[in-house]
């Protein structure tokens, strides 16, 4: 640790990038260095032993969050705590946040990198960390695999709002290793679920009252400083006004080291916010020389500082010298580790000195800005420079500098780039820019919703505009917003004309058009002319990483329908994997293919590989609005919460749903919430609520349409299949099977495979319900073996128990053929199936070809209330984790009331307790 005073002598957090512009795709290689760094320490730094102590105690904490307003210095606290750690042999990463990095790819370069100094395996200075697999799990699988015990320090996390980013947060928290922890160092408190850590024992905090000084600690500062003017007394009634806050002591020693008489001055002192503000004019700007207090007002809308760049803003200055100056007097200055002679200005000095600029000089602030845009843009950096020409108001600039750069950027994907500039402006401004307005419509799209596009569509000029690339964008847009709003039958026929245009000056465009016209006569059934018309998309030159991924998507899909399943998670793998080819790639468009993989790896059963794309991906495909990708991503987080016994969590996702098909006013959307609480409601075997469930799902005008139609979400879950699930479990399993036989052969007459395969899983159920084990087992066989071919999983699984007997049968029937040839393949898959099932149930419970034996006519034991709400909660799917939380008691009490229900109803297991329960009437 360096002695040198490299940055201002103010034990807090490092300096604030709330104002910072979204990273672009400009070589970073210095920045991000220094994102990887925690700042340098200060030869004035106090060293903070509490609160190191804290941060650094042996805990089963998994999260340590310091947390406090600016000033109260948490990055130099946690930086102290980075040193003691690694000193004490724990290996540590450091990351710091910016703005920019609510982008989910840029955050996960910088903490891919931040990760991979954990393991030693560190790309070059320079080098982009590679995120082609896409996934938010390769980097949690990452920490898995770290070995010893490590820290990973995140500071600034109050700038990150997105949700995707913190949905990666918690589940890296979820699945954080014991020998690892988080720490965090944060203005507010981050969504991260504290209070579910808090009651688990597994956060400890560091608020503003552990990081103020004491009077010790204000003591040993104002000796770094070499203040000695100041008596105890003095100190003592200084340490008091400022509460220890380090901001206002800090500043207070600036204005000492100028006054005279300490006592007037601790008399006068307030350590209010405005106080601070006085003491920053009065003692420190006012006592500059004129030539340094000018360079600092200017220079305050920087957010990076090297002596070119000042140069274009305060030319008459020698801008070096002065930056020599501020960097040794220690002035506010923070050098930038990795870059040479550039720094940054602390983030309280920063704020003060813009608002000063305001004040003082309002007219040149878009002088101000616009210079450091002509400066950005005439060194190639056109991100920063757009940036500066709209916070200096001047649309039209910002607008011509985004002209030669904007069509790049749609086929990049960087959609949320260009909506936030685009929120921006005026609608006068874009009016201009017929152009650049039809694209913005392209960023709201994929940003905000179709909704909102197509109504920006329809109030502008584009729709008439004799510009031939503004048409040609029109062209592509108006048939993909129909489809994505639920229309399909209106995209059909705006897609037919638009198709017979092409080709058009804008190949992007035109790509989109076939790739979304793809879709459209997907889901009408017409897959040849699908197959078509991705192979004209493809054939095109300019559609960019967006098109490309769209393409792959678009194929998965059918060749999931046609049951490939293999080829599917292929394809999906590459298209998430296309959006990431760009170092820092925006995810806006990935939704679309993030929750296709996640739907890949789901029914593989990788289900924590599922749940943290959903993580990742659910919040994109949510703010977007996509029907069919809302559906699944819900469906999926709430069944992967019901197999682990989280059901309330389980029902909150379809919650969230059902309000998302009210407020987007999607019918599909709602019914299929319900479509989806009656299967649960059906695996619990509460039969009459999964009816009514079913029967409020039920719009029939509805159904008929989907019944026509070839959409992702209702290939294989639809009301059909949920009556038939129902007819088979609790009704007439005879009149079931030949409804099943019926809709078997509609699915394979359309070319329907993997619905055509669900079905024939219900029909090998209904048939084993029925009694006839010997044509259920030739049944189950088949499915089995195709299902085994293709690697579908959770298609046999997410039948629950009542699928278990059939597979349990069918394993154990393979031993008694003798001669018969083994197959190695599925014999591994049975037992990967059987794995999860668990074990063949107990011969009472078992289903056999002889009746049932009777249930006992009464109870050995009265059960307790509290066992008869247990044997409810199991009988719902909770786990014993989650009883033991609903319940308020542990884990251990759980599996007590458990054996004692088994002892009293004479069970030997879960299934057959809930089982004799309901025979008895205990429970639903």
Not at 73 to 82: D, F, L, P, V
Not at 344 to 350: C, K, T, V
Not at 446 to 475: F, I
Not at 884 to 899: M, W, Y
Request: hydrophobic share 45%; glycine share 6%.
């Amino acid at each position: 640790m360096s002695a040198t005073p490299q940055r201002p002598p103010l034990p807090s957090a490092s300096t604030s990038t709330t104002n910072a512009p979204p990273t672009t795709h400009e070589p970073l290689g210095a920045a991000l260095w220094a994102k990887l760094h925690p700042p340098a320490a200060s030869a004035t730094q106090v060293l903070r032993a509490a609160v190191c102590e804290r941060v650094c105690a042996p805990a089963s904490a998994k999260v340590v969050l310091v947390h406090a307003p600016a000033g109260f210095g948490k990055t130099t606290a946690m930086q102290q705590s980075c040193a003691r750690l690694q000193a004490a042999g724990t290996d540590t990463a450091w990351l710091t946040l910016d703005r920019a990095d609510n982008d989910l790819s840029r955050f996960l370069n910088g903490f891919g990198r931040a990760v991979a100094t954990l393991s030693g395996d560190v790309p070059p200075r320079g080098a982009g960390f590679d995120v082609t697999r896409g996934a938010a799990f390769d980097v949690v699988e990452a920490l898995g695999r770290v070995e010893s015990p490590f820290a990973l320090f995140i500071d600034e996390l109050e700038v990150i709002q997105a949700p995707a980013v913190l949905g990666l947060l918690r589940e890296v928290i979820d699945h954080l290793p014991r020998r690892g922890q988080l720490v965090i160092g944060s203005r507010s408190l981050p969504d991260l679920h504290l209070g579910r850590l808090r009651a688990r024992g597994e956060l400890i905090e560091v608020d503003a009252d552990h990081l103020r000084f004491s009077l010790a600690e204000t003591h040993e500062f104002f000796g770094l400083r070499r203040i000695d003017s100041v008596g105890a007394d003095s100190l003592s009634r200084l340490h008091s006004k400022t509460e220890g806050w380090v901001a206002a002591l800090w500043l207070a020693s600036l204005a000492l080291e100028r006054h005279g008489d300490s006592t007037g001055f601790v008399d006068h002192f307030s350590g209010s916010d405005r106080a601070v503000a006085d003491y920053l004019a009065d003692d420190v700007l006012a006592r500059q020389t004129p030539e340094v207090r000018e360079f600092l007002l200017r220079t305050s809308i920087l957010r990076h500082l090297n002596a070119p760049l000042c140069r274009a803003l305060a030319p008459h200055s020698d801008t070096e010298r002065i930056l020599d100056h501020l960097a040794a007097a220690n002035l506010f200055l923070t050098p930038i580790a990795g870059e040479d002679r550039a720094y940054r200005y602390h983030s309280l000095f920063a704020d003060f000195l813009r608002a000063q600029l305001a004040r003082e000089h309002p007219d040149e602030l878009t002088r101000l800005h616009l210079a450091a845009s002509g400066w950005y843009e005439a060194q190639g950096r056109p991100v920063p420079a757009i940036d500066h020409a709209i916070d200096g108001g001047d649309f039209p600039l910002a607008l011509t500098l985004m002209a030669p750069h904007a069509e790049l950027f749609l086929e990049q994907g960087r959609m949320r780039l260009m909506a936030r500039w685009f929120a921006a402006m005026s609608q006068s401004s874009l009016r201009a820019q017929p152009l650049l307005e039809v694209i913005s419509m392209w960023a709201t799209c994929l940003t905000h919703g179709p909704w909102e596009a197509m109504a920006q569509l329809e109030k502008s000029g584009c729709l008439h505009s004799a510009d031939a690339g503004v048409q040609a964008h029109v062209n592509a847009l108006r048939p993909m917003l129909l489809a994505m709003q639920d229309r399909y039958d209106e995209a059909h026929a705006a897609g037919r004309i638009s198709l017979a245009r092409l080709p058009t000056p804008k190949p992007f465009a035109d790509s989109v058009l076939c790739n979304a016209m793809a879709h459209v006569v997907f889901v009408r059934g017409e897959q040849r002319e699908a197959h078509e018309l991705l192979e004209s998309a493809r054939r095109m030159h300019g559609g960019g990483t967006f098109n490309r991924m769209y393409i792959e998507s678009m194929e998965g899909m059918l060749d999931l329908q046609e049951a490939r399943q293999r080829q599917a998670a292929a394809r999906f793998r590459m298209a998430v994997g296309a959006t990431h080819a760009v170092s820092y790639n925006h995810t806006s468009g990935n939704a679309w293919a993030g929750v296709l993989y996640a739907g890949a790896e789901y029914e593989s059963n990788r289900l924590a590989q599922a749940e943290h794309l959903l993580s990742v991906y659910l919040p994109l495909a949510r703010d977007v609005g996509l029907p069919d990708h809302m559906i699944m991503s819900h469906v999926m987080r709430s069944r992967i919460a019901f197999h682990r016994g989280d059901i309330d969590s389980a029902l909150h996702a379809l919650t969230e749903l059902e309000y998302l098909g009210h407020h987007r006013e999607l019918p599909r959307v709602i019914a299929s919430a319900k479509l989806e609480r009656a299967r649960m409601l059906m695996l619990q075997g509460n039969a009459a609520a999964a009816k009514a469930e079913i029967d409020r799902a039920g719009d029939a005008a509805l159904w008929e349409r989907v019944r026509h139609q070839r959409l992702y979400a209702h290939d294989v879950d639809d009301i059909t299949t949920a009556r038939l699930r129902w007819e088979l479990l609790f009704g007439d399993a005879h009149a079931a099977i030949v409804q099943i036989q019926r809709e078997i052969q509609v699915a394979e007459r359309e070319s329907r495979l993997r619905r055509a395969l669900k079905l024939r899983l219900l029909k090998a159920m209904a048939l084993q319900r029925s009694g006839a084990w010997a044509d259920a087992l030739d049944v189950i066989g088949g499915v089995l073996q195709q299902a085994c071919g293709e690697g579908f999983v959770r298609l046999i699984l997410d039948e629950g128990d009542a699928v278990a007997p059939l597979i349990h049968r069918y394993h154990a029937s393979l031993h008694e053929r003798p001669g018969q040839p083994h197959d190695p393949l599925l014999s591994d898959y049975l037992q990967r199936l059987i794995a999860v099932l668990g074990p063949a149930p107990a011969e009472a419970d078992a289903p056999t070809d002889k009746p049932a034996a009777d249930s006992p006519e009464g109870l050995l034991e009265p059960l307790t209330r509290k066992e008869i709400r247990v044997l409810q909660l199991l009988a719902e799917g909770y786990s014993n984790n989650a009883m033991a939380e609903k319940l308020f008691v542990s884990d251990s009490t759980v599996r007590t009331h458990l054996r004692n229900i088994n002892m009293k109803l004479g069970a030997h297991s879960r299934t057959q307790a809930v089982a004799i329960a309901r025979k008895l009437a205990v429970i639903r």
